[in-house]
Nanobody, 114 residues
Framework: QVQFVESGGGLVQAGGSLRLSCAVS????????IGWYRQAPGKQRERVAS???????NYAESVKGRFTISRDNAVNTVYLQMNSLKPEDTAVYYC????????WGQGTLVTVSS
C-alpha cells in the first residue's frame, strides 16, 4: 500500500520561504503524476501544483510564480519550494497522485503570519 509522508511545514512570516518534502513508499512513484494539495480551515482541499512523469509542471493561479514543484525519482520524493508566502497560503499541505488519489497522509501544516 502506498504511503505519503509529508514534512517541512512550519511558521513563517509573510514574504518568507519554506520547502516541503513528501516521501512516497512503493514502487510506482516514477510511473505516476503527483501533486501537492492543501486544505485551509473551513475550505475544501485543492491541488496547488503537479508534476508529470516527464517533469511537466502545472500550478494553480494562486501560486504561479511563487511555488515550484519538483520530483526525484531516485528517492521517491516530491518537493514544493514555496517563496513569497502569503497569509492565505496557510493550510495543511498534502501530496498524492494526480489521478486516482489514494489514502492521504497526515500532511504538514504551513502557517504564514502577517
Amino acid at each position: 500500500q502506498v504511503q505519503f509522508v509529508e514534512s517541512g511545514g512550519g511558521l513563517v512570516q509573510a514574504g518568507g520561504s519554506l520547502r516541503l518534502s513528501c516521501a512516497v513508499s512503493g514502487s510506482t512513484f516514477s510511473a505516476n503524476s503527483i501533486g501537492w494539495y492543501r486544505q485551509a480551515p473551513g475550505k475544501q482541499r485543492e491541488r496547488v501544483a503537479s508534476v508529470g512523469t516527464r517533469g511537466y509542471t502545472n500550478y494553480a493561479e494562486s501560486v504561479k510564480g511563487r511555488f515550484t514543484i519538483s520530483r526525484d525519482n531516485a528517492v521517491n520524493t516530491v518537493y514544493l519550494q514555496m517563496n513569497s508566502l502569503k497569509p492565505e497560503d496557510t493550510a495543511v499541505y498534502y501530496c498524492n497522485w494526480v489521478s486516482g488519489t489514494t489514502s492521504w497522509g497526515q500532511g504538514t501544516l504551513v502557517t504564514v503570519s502577517s
